[in-house]
């Protein structure tokens, strides 16, 4: 993975066990992989799939383990691990017949 694909690139004095790779996934079955602290907002992961994806962070949702992720939230208070997956998905809402 290059830097630029790292969240946390240019982070310093990080303990190595802290880091984990994590995986989201798109409704298609792409994947794009993260490595980032465990103490992190998991908003930094959020925004750089956005912006690589090429859409607006309010047209996303972000799941672990059919939970909502919110942009607070860190993998460690979600107790992920090494190589665990979030969902992401194009949230629609309403339409008419």
Known sequence: MAEGDNP???????AKG??????V???????????MRSGAPLKK??????????V???QMVFLYDGTRISPDMTPASLDMEEGDEVDAMIHQTGGRW
């Open 45 to 54: 992961l959020m925004s750089t799939y956005c912006q690589r994806q090429g």
């Open 18 to 23: 802290d880091h984990l790779n994590i995986k």
């Open 25 to 35: 996934k798109d409704q298609n079955g792409n994947e794009v992989f993260f490595r």
């Open 8 to 14: 946390d690139a240019g982070v310093k004095g990080e």
């Open 56 to 58: 607006s962070e309010s």
